[in-house]
């Protein structure tokens, strides 16, 4: 069946430092990526998405590309904010409404 | 965009009484909904799938007399944690689905806290 693997956290940086967040995904389809974020005691917000290969989500200097030939979403951003603390999350959808997630991945930036 | 409300947004109850959480489209028809819990530190459990003028699909593990769902009209879906025990202390995250956007919509999330 369909599923998403995201790398563990959690991870660590100092502001302005590159963040890498890997994904990759399982899926007998074509599925649509996304990428949510969740702020301590908040719901999920759709952070960027994808939906088909190739294309590349962009939103708030975050950015991750459709990769069909690595079946992978990874998400990167050139220099994280303190701001952008928070559990990042993978999911897929498989046009049926159903998503899966990944385990999410925390990130904490220091100053 | 598209906004999926909830309430009440955190719930402090004892042992054994029953709790409803709300799950509100508020600018679009869901024929469907979902209702996710999620742990902490944890990701988000499917536990069922909320179905307009019919019956809820639960995932596997998910005791459907307990977590009673009804999805009363287009725009609300209902959980009801019914005789809650400590252990159903969580988040629960309910999503609806924007046909016209392709993409899904969360609510902002319920914490209960069972005493």
């Known amino acids: 069946g369909d599923s998403v693997t995201q790398m563990e956290g959690p991870v660590t940086l100092s502001e302005e430092a590159f963040l890498t967040i890997n994904c990759t995904y399982t899926a007998t389809g074509y599925p649509s990526l996304f990428w949510y974020v969740q702020y301590p005691g908040e719901g999920l917000q759709l952070l960027l998405k994808?939906?088909?290969?190739?294309d590349k989500g962009s939103n708030k200097g975050f950015e991750a590309t459709y990769r069909k030939e690595t079946t992978s979403f990874h998400l990167e951003k050139g220099s994280v904010q303190v701001s952008d603390s928070a559990v990042y999350f993978c999911a897929l959808s498989d046009h049926g409404n159903q998503f899966y997630f990944g385990t999410g991945t925390s990130l904490t930036v220091i100053p | 965009g598209a906004v999926v409300s909830q309430h009440p947004s955190r719930v402090i109850c004892k042992s054994g009484t029953s709790v409803k959480i709300e799950c509100r489209s508020l600018?679009?028809?869901?024929?469907?909904m979902f209702w996710y819990r999620q742990f902490p530190k944890q990701s988000l459990m499917l536990m069922a799938t909320?179905?307009?003028?019919?019956?809820?699909?639960?995932e596997q593990g998910v005791e459907k007399d307990k977590f009673l769902i009804n999805h009363a009209s287009l725009t609300l879906s209902t959980l009801t944690v019914t005789s809650a025990h400590p252990e159903d202390s969580s988040f629960y995250i309910c999503?609806?689905?924007?046909?016209?956007?392709?993409?899904?919509?969360f609510g902002p999330g319920t914490r209960l806290t069972v005493l």
């Open positions: 600018d679009f028809q869901a024929t469907t």
């Open positions: 909320s179905n307009e003028g019919s019956k809820a699909t639960y």
């Open positions: 999503s609806a689905p924007e046909a016209g956007l392709g993409e899904q919509f």
């Open positions: 994808a939906t088909k290969a190739d």
